[in-house]
């Protein structure tokens, strides 16, 4: 299901998919100090075009996950650590994933259970996979594994975020940052219709 988001939203993805179309697994530094700043200034109201908001955890959530597609780790951790709910545990996950603390973020991510953007994720991360042409024996591992099972598993996917720290195969790595940016975007989209 596609989102029009207001236009600052829009603004600000629109900014990060030329700045950093392909975030890294383990950020060394945040992507755009300028957008870190600017998305810690920008109020909700401004952020949301002065559209009703009518759940704040959710809307707090995009912001988040902004700045967490953007590498500023400790800025969204700032934020996700606050949010009291299952999207909220999603982004706190990703970032932990991202330090890297691994078992941090499976922590986190068995506080989600669950999402209901899990079966999409998979999806996408099949699509992905298939798009690929002459796949390595790793990536080949990789996508038999998503297609072998019927679910989305994030604690899976850690393990193959944290074993591509020392993958030779680059297409093992740039697969994983595919899979994650969409993984962002679903996640973004879904805190942009619950917040509204």
């Known amino acids: 299901m596609s989102v029009t988001y207001p236009s600052a939203i829009a603004d600000f993805i629109q900014k990060l ?5 392909l975030p890294p697994l383990v950020p060394q530094q945040e992507s755009c100090a300028e957008l870190t700043q600017s998305l810690q200034a920008v109020s909700t109201d401004v952020l949301f075009d002065g559209q009703k908001v009518k759940d704040t955890t959710f809307a707090d959530a995009i912001k988040s996950g902004l700045l967490l597609w953007n590498d ?10 606050e949010l009291a709910n299952a999207t909220g545990s999603y982004w706190h996950g990703i970032m932990h994933r991202r330090e890297p603390d691994y078992s ?17 994720v998979r999806a996408r991360a099949l699509a992905l996979y298939n798009e690929t042409s002459a796949p390595s024996a790793a990536l080949a591992s990789i996508g038999q594994a998503i297609a072998d099972n019927a679910a989305w598993d994030a604690a899976q996917f850690i393990d193959w ?3 591509a720290e020392s ?4 297409d093992v790595v740039e697969f994983l940052q595919r899979v994650q940016v969409e993984e962002m975007r679903l996640l ?3 805190s942009y219709r619950n917040a509204v």
């Open 167 to 170: 993958a030779t195969d680059s």
């Open 188 to 190: 973004l989209a879904y």
């Open 17 to 21: 998919e030329a700045g950093n179309p």
């Open 104 to 120: 941090n973020a499976k922590y986190w991510f068995g506080r989600v259970g669950t999402h209901a953007i899990f079966p999409e």
């Open 72 to 81: 500023a780790l400790d800025a969204s951790h700032t934020i996700s650590q």
């Open 161 to 163: 975020c944290q074993a």
